[in-house]
């Protein structure tokens, strides 16, 4: 706990002071360093474009042996976020446990990963979608049959994010 | 101490130990036995009780009435929780406000209710969540209902960042262009305060300066 506490306040530092462009991520309060907030900006040229998406970060007691949880707190429609807004992308998942049985261990959860890393990755992931991870069944199939649809209630979310 | 000792002076040490096992027969096991018969009276004999204190509270209790009172007073510290949520806490806690507040301090949420009929009274009392899951079933309520209704329900207690940040007051000066300058006069510090001081204005000009890109998307 204590070096998950050490871990994350540097990894704090780091972000803070080197500013990666449309990402933010931060302890919700001073005195809890396990759970994040954090901004990731929809990528360009693509639906989410514009939108701010807030998620919340949670970390376990062994970070960063295992990799925290990412989960949505805005409204979001995309195939790899399930309805509750958990993300499911392979850095978050422990190279231990694959139950899709399709990701390299090299593109899976290590302690060499880091917060910023996490975020890049999602922010990549707004932007491809996977669609052999269908953590959202529904959006999956709106993805590939329905493309307008898909993007017209993406670019919504994405206003929404930002109250207009 | 009184097994290790005749160990080491007898010459088998398997017989001399079930013999000290035979000469402790007695209180540990009648305490066990006690144990046994104590749950076998609590579980197996009079279910009825049992199943009451474990298993369907929900549905045999009376559920406790929660004021709205109460509820609003959770929701005045955390905007961001839904009142639904609130009101299912505060019901499965017995209405107590402490515990309800403790509970969102330490995870940083409260888990939405599970069944809909709870959640349909306090909607509309709740103007930041009004028309969210409308609008948004409004066009996809055709083809994939059960995903977006339920994605809709998750979120009915969010609100826009702006909304959320409390940042309306500060819309106008950072449209006309003021806060850039703030952020640059901030000491660049690195202690644990400072760090916590530059973050939120960092987070909250990405909203604005979100907001402000938007807007302009939108006029196009």
Not at chain 1, 25 to 49: H, K, Q, R, Y
Not at chain 2, 34 to 42: E, H, P, S, T
Request: with cysteine; proline share 8%; glycine share 8%.
């Amino acid at each position: 706990m204590a070096k998950a506490v050490r871990r994350l306040l540097s990894e704090y530092r780091e972000l803070i002071n080197n500013e990666t462009d449309g990402i933010y991520a931060g302890p919700v309060s001073e005195d809890n360093f396990m759970l994040w907030e954090c901004l990731i900006a929809g990528p360009p040229d693509t639906p989410f474009e514009g939108g701010m998406f807030s998620a919340t970060l949670k970390f376990p007691d062994d970070y960063p042996l295992s990799p925290p949880e990412l989960k949505f707190t805005c409204e979001i429609l995309h195939p790899n976020v399930y309805p509750d807004g958990t993300v499911c992308i392979s850095i978050l998942h422990p190279p231990g446990d694959d139950p899709n049985m399709y990701e390299s261990a090299s593109e899976r959860w290590s302690p060499i990963q880091s917060v910023e890393k996490v975020l890049l990755s999602v922010m990549s992931m707004l932007a491809e979608p996977n669609d052999e991870s269908g953590a959202n069944v529904d959006a999956s199939k709106m993805f590939r049959e329905d493309r307008a649809k898909y993007e017209s209630i993406v670019r919504r979310c994405a206003r929404k994010t930002v109250g207009l | 101490m009184s097994s290790s000792s005749s160990s080491s002076s007898s010459t088998s040490p398997s017989s001399s130990s079930s013999e000290d096992m035979a000469g402790s027969i007695g209180v540990p096991q009648l305490i066990f036995c006690a144990i046994v018969a104590v749950l076998f009276y609590r579980y197996v004999l009079s279910p009825s009780q049992a199943s009451g204190g474990s298993g369907s509270t929900g549905q045999r209790r009376p559920r406790p009435t929660v004021s709205q009172a109460d509820i609003e007073s959770v929701r005045a510290v955390f905007p961001h929780i839904s009142m639904a949520a609130i009101r299912w806490d505060l019901e499965k806690n017995g209405g107590s406000v402490p515990a309800t507040t403790e509970k969102i301090l330490n995870d940083g949420f409260l888990p939405e209710p599970p069944t809909p009929v709870t959640r349909q009274t306090p909607s509309p009392l709740l103007p930041s969540a009004n028309g969210q899951p409308g609008s948004l079933g409004g066009t996809g309520r055709s083809q994939a209902p059960a995903s977006l209704s339920s994605s809709a329900a998750a979120t009915l207690g969010h609100t826009d960042l702006v909304t959320r940040y409390g940042l309306h007051s500060r819309l106008e000066t950072y449209r006309a262009g003021t806060s850039a300058e703030q952020l640059s006069s901030c000491p660049k510090k690195n202690d644990k305060a400072s760090l916590f001081i530059r973050g939120r204005e960092r987070r909250d000009l990405m909203i604005l300066e979100a907001r402000k890109k938007m807007e302009g998307m939108l006029r196009r």
